[in-house]
């Protein structure tokens, strides 16, 4: 079976001047493209979420600029631009009792793409298919904006 | 290699003839030559005159070591005081050596030995190497830094001592230490604990534990805990050893424990220790805690009568199950001057670092603590390092992560702690002293 998840990196980032920056320019330096980016604040400290050109060789420049990161899989659902289109997928996912630890959308032109965090992707993805929603297979979502 | 388990460890002892003797023995030797230090003192040392003429004090009055209560103490601003020689007690020329402190704060401490000093020094370590099974076939990889500061030179002096090999790597550039413990097939390395830690993850990291030939660590010069020697030994399958010492007795070696882990096993002869009141400077009840107080017995160039370390910990004794009668120091509890008083509980680091440790893993053991006043109340912050295995993508689960971590130090500390959770490996790892506590509060 084909994997219905993509790949996201995930990053602690201490709630200090300029280190959103830093984590930024080290990815940018590399040639990794950031696909979608989110970033959960607390009060101490930040979580960035990204999907990018290629997590793994990311994972492993930000280690060597001494930045932990942890790649996580997530499901990237296709949903159009159409008005209430996201607000069906959602409410598909809640009938099935799908528990979503986090969520976040990105766009690209015609595209657009929520993503979202749960311990049963496969689940996710066999509803989501009976509706008519699509997912994201990991080349396709590394390089959606390429 | 693998860690050798207690049941199958054969002890070695250097100088059974002093290790080994009953406790009235060493009493004697420690008269004998507490008799000489004290008159040595009174005639080259104008302070130590001084002192004791101002408490009424003769060298007579001073006939065996029952007496020392009736000596002066010493300070650390009275070494301040006099700086740098003042408290020399040989001519110039007989002195052949200088080491000091890291000099954090003021001015630098130096000291001065004669020969015989560091011959001394080198004997205690020789005995401490010794202790940790060490003999003169082992090659002994020293990163702790060389200069004015102790822990280089001073282990240097101890593995000369035993017939030893020396590396003399000093302390920093870890992928080069790396890189020569595996090259010169190290059977033994000494440095901070908090160093040794983070050698001991970067060797695991880079793979070449299988390829060295360490079979025992020295550490000392910083506080650490039993879970934190147990990580180590764990990561690199070694036995460690705790070493205590302090430049102005002598350096690392005043003290170390044994296999038996049971205390630290002062070298008597040489250092004499009183376990003194903080704030009355009496004698504690045997085996009570209080502030270590030390007299060198035979120190030539620098002699001190009743040193306050200002470290707490209470002493032992009996007979070890090593079979030394050296008697043996607790763990730290603190320093005088470590400990803050917060919303007036006395607070150690040591007891920060032992609960983090107590979480087995969860976050590392390297800590920062930051004590503010905000509108009158004491508020102390715990950093912590979120450990990498330990790492999450969800925030409910790392802000569970602090919630917990802000319970048990609760628990240890009996305050409430405001936990903050860092990046890990972003706490600074020291290779001298580390600061574990930066205090904001203007009282
Ligand atoms: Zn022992």
Redesign the pocket.
């Known amino acids: 079976m084909e994997n219905n998840t993509i790949k996201q990196l995930s990053i602690f980032i201490e709630n200090r001047e300029g280190r959103l920056d830093e984590v930024l320019h080290v990815l940018g330096e590399n040639d990794i493209n950031i696909v979608a980016l989110s970033l959960a604040d607390t009060e101490d400290y930040g979580m960035l979420r990204l999907i990018v050109s290629d997590p793994l060789k990311a994972k492993m420049i930000l280690k060597e600029a001494g930045i932990t990161s942890m790649v996580t899989d997530v499901v990237a659902i296709k949903v159009s631009h159409a008005t209430g289109s996201l607000s069906s997928a959602m409410h598909v996912i809640v009938e099935a009792g799908i528990n979503v630890e986090y969520m976040y959308c990105f766009a690209n032109g015609a595209e657009a793409s929520a993503i979202l965090k749960t311990d049963e992707p496969d689940k996710l993805v066999e509803v989501l298919g009976k509706s008519g929603f699509a997912v994201y297979k990991e080349l396709e979502a590394y390089n959606a904006n390429a | 290699m693998s860690k050798i388990e207690l049941k199958d460890w054969q002890e070695k002892i250097r100088t059974p003839e002093i290790e080994c003797i009953s406790r009235d023995e060493m009493a004697s030797i420690q008269s004998k030559r507490l008799v000489e230090v004290v008159n040595r003192v009174y005639d080259n040392v104008p302070f130590y005159h001084e002192k004791m003429k101002d408490l009424g004090v003769e060298p007579g009055d001073i006939k065996d070591i029952s007496d020392i209560n009736k000596l002066p103490f010493t300070t650390k601003e009275d070494i301040r005081n006099n700086y740098p020689f003042g408290l020399r007690a040989v001519p110039e020329e007989q002195v052949v050596r200088v080491q000091g402190t890291s000099g954090t704060t003021g001015k630098l401490t130096v000291i001065p030995y004669t020969q015989k000093d560091i011959d001394v020094w080198g004997e205690c370590l020789a005995r401490e190497l010794t202790m940790a099974g060490l003999t003169k076939e082992d090659r002994i990889h020293i990163c702790y830094g060389y200069g004015l500061f102790t822990g280089g030179m001073g282990l240097d002096i101890g593995v000369s001592k035993l017939g030893a090999t020396a590396i003399p790597m000093s302390s920093g550039n870890t992928k080069r230490q790396m890189m020569c413990m595996e090259d010169f097939g190290a059977t033994a390395f000494a440095c901070t604990p908090s160093y040794a830690l983070y050698l001991a993850e970067s060797l695991k990291e880079a793979g070449v534990i299988p390829r060295l030939k360490i079979k025992a660590g020295i550490h000392g010069a910083e506080p650490w805990t039993k879970a934190m020697r147990e990580k180590i030994e764990g990561i690199l399958g070694i036995n460690c050893f705790d070493i205590y010492g302090l430049c102005e007795i002598s350096g690392p070696g005043v003290a170390m424990d044994?296999i038996?882990h049971?205390g630290l096993?002062i070298q008597v002869d040489h250092f004499y220790p009183e376990i003194l009141d903080p704030g009355t400077g009496t004698a504690t009840k045997e085996g009570e805690y209080g502030e270590l107080v030390f007299t060198t017995l035979s120190k030539e160039a620098y002699p001190l009568l009743r040193y306050r370390t200002k470290d707490i910990t209470s002493i032992d004794y009996s007979r070890?199950?090593?079979g030394?009668t050296l008697p043996?120091i607790s763990t730290f509890k603190g320093r005088t001057d470590d400990m803050k008083v917060i919303r007036g509980v006395n607070v150690f680091p040591t007891q920060v670092e032992q609960a983090l440790v107590s979480m087995g893993g969860a976050v590392a053991p390297h800590y920062l603590l930051v004590v503010d006043r905000v509108n009158n109340l004491d508020v102390l912050t715990v950093m912590v390092e979120v450990d990498e295995s330990y790492f999450s993508d969800e925030i409910k689960k790392l802000d569970a992560l602090r919630d917990k971590v802000g319970k048990v130090l609760k628990q240890a500390l009996g305050i409430a702690v405001k936990v903050k959770l860092v990046e890990p490996k972003t706490i600074q790892r020291s290779e001298g002293k580390a600061t574990r506590v930066i205090d904001n509060r203007e009282i």
Do not use: G, I, L, S
């Open positions: 044994c038996h049971k096993h070890c199950d090593c030394r043996r």
